[in-house]
Structures are given as structure tokens and as C-alpha cells.
């Protein structure tokens, strides 16, 4: 099944997704202005209230966003006659059926460049078999908030949180040469150079 959520007009505190024992659900409301750049999302989780508010965080940014309850129902969506792509695959990790991994690398078999978003609570699993993620996939934990999500997905897509910010330059910033012997090593080189 799939449709875009429309948003509702109140606003989201940035609360923690799942709330455990001694968790307060006290947040300041999210104020950050929607990005310039739509993309399109294909969120996937198997528990219907997690579905639902996954997405409707991320409808506050400029994201088109499918959805399915399921890895098979998401695989249906991908075979749908007309389907644009996705540019990112926001998915549960631990799915009966089909588990996130299994949805990505389907998804991902189709529309290579997609990025991948996994949320879970056994962030263990993840790594199962694996050394680490592959390029463009990143992982989430659960309990996160509003704010979590909506900065998970924009440093994947685009590499920083705000459109107006550049993600800075190491080899500006000073502090960065607090080491003498690294930048004596670095000057050694930068001199063997200009004399050859």
C-alpha cells in the first residue's frame, strides 16, 4: 500500500521515537525550514504506528515520500509501471519476510545510486556478516526523535543539515595542526617538492 501522508498543521516535538522507562517526552518544537532540493523517499517499516510517524517527520522537509508496510509490498511498488526511483530507501532493519538488508540490496540492484537509511533497535544485527556498511547507507537507532531523523536523512542525501551550510574544510581549520610533528612532516614535504 502505498500514499504520501499528508502533514498535519501542529508542530513536532522532537520526542524519542519509542519511549522507555525513565524517557521524557519533552522536546522543543522542530523549526528548521524545508530543504530547496526534492527528493524522493521510499520509507518501509512493518509496524504501522512507526510507519506512519516516520513519516510524517519526514514530510516536514521537501521529500516525496511512498510507503509500505513490508519488503514484498515495497518490491511491488518498485515493479509498478511508471515508478520514478527513489533517491532514498528509509527501511527497518528486522522485517518478517524480507529485512532491510534484503530490501536494499533489491532496491539498490535497480536504482544504484539510492541511499539507504536503516532504523533498528539491534544495531548488532546490522553488522551481522559484515564488517561495515556499504558506500551510501548509514543506520539510525532506535528510540530517536524528530530532529535525529530529519538530520539522518539530510547528512545521507546531501552531506550536511541545513542548505546553507558547507561542510567545512579540515585543512582550514587550525586547530586541526595542534600536532607539531605532523605539521613539520607536512612543511618537510611541502619544501622537497618546491625543490624538485
Known amino acids: 500500500m502505498s500514499h504520501r501522508m499528508a ?11 519509542i519511549d522507555r522507562p525513565g524517557s521524557t517526552t519533552a522536546g522543543a518544537p522542530l523549526e528548521r525550514p524545508p530543504l530547496e532540493v526534492r527528493r524522493r523517499l521510499l520509507v518501509v517499516d512493518d509496524e504501522p504506528p512507526v510507519l506512519n510517524l516516520v513519516k510524517r517527520i519526514l514530510s516536514t522537509d521537501n521529500y516525496e515520500i511512498r510507503s509500505a508496510e513490508s519488503g514484498p509490498v515495497a518490491v511491488r511498488l518498485l515493479d509498478e509501471p511508471g515508478f520514478p526511483g527513489i533517491d532514498l530507501l528509509v527501511t527497518d532493519l528486522m522485517m518478517p519476510g524480507m529485512n532491510g538488508r534484503e530490501l536494499a540490496a533489491i532496491v539498490r540492484s535497480r536504482y544504484p545510486s539510492t541511499r539507504v537509511l536503516y532504523q533498528t533497535g539491534f544495531a548488532d544485527a546490522l553488522f551481522s556478516g559484515v564488517q561495515e556498511l556499504g558506500d551510501g547507507e548509514a543506520f539510525i537507532e532506535k528510540p530517536f526523535g524528530a530532529e535525529g531523523l530529519l538530520e539522518a536523512t539530510r547528512l545521507l542525501m546531501f552531506g550536511h543539515i541545513a542548505d546553507d551550510q558547507v561542510p567545512p574544510d579540515k585543512r582550514d581549520d587550525t586547530s586541526e ?20
Open 7 to 17: 502533514a498535519d498543521d501542529s508542530p513536532l516535538p522532537n520526542v524519542a521515537l
Open 177 to 196: 595542526w595542534k600536532d607539531d610533528r605532523l605539521r613539520s612532516k607536512v612543511v618537510r614535504l611541502l619544501r622537497r617538492w618546491k625543490i624538485g
